[in-house]
Nanobody, 122 residues
Framework: QVQLVESGGGSVQAGGSLRLSCTFS????????MAWFRQSPGKEREGVAR???????TYADSVKARFTISKDNAKNNLYLQMNSLKPEDTGVYYC????????????????WGQGTQVTVSS
């Protein structure tokens, strides 16, 4: 059974940094496509960053040059380093995984974590 557990959320002032972690179990990280999504207050859930099984990374325009997605295959972990945070980055952040990267592109992955709250104050 695939399980995903996020950690690392919290409250930070604008301009600060946070690092989110997502620990996977039940499958090999190296063979799956993984992503971070977020849901901000009053908005639909959106894709933030994705790393495909071949290592290719993709970012939403709103976070390019500020966020970095990475994975550690040995530890079965996915990370999201978030720098220069803005109040509009506030939301619940979810990690997700699917063997088909298009499922992540469509926002319909097979597996989701429970989410971790990120709050950025001005």
């Amino acid at each position: 059974q695939v399980q995903l557990v996020e950690s690392g959320g919290g409250s930070v002032q604008a301009g600060g940094s946070l690092r989110l972690s997502c620990t996977f179990s039940g499958y090999l990280v190296s063979s799956y496509n993984m992503a971070w999504f977020r849901q901000s207050p009053g908005k639909e859930r959106e894709g933030v960053a994705r790393v495909d099984s071949d290592g290719t990374t993709t970012y939403a325009d709103s976070v390019k040059a500020r966020f970095t997605i990475s994975k550690d295959n040995a530890k079965n972990n996915l990370y999201l380093q978030m720098n220069s945070l803005k109040p509009e980055d506030t939301g619940v952040y979810y990690c997700a995984v699917d063997p088909d990267f298009m499922a992540l592109v469509r926002g319909r992955p097979s597996f989701w974590g429970q989410g971790t709250q990120v709050t950025v104050s001005s």
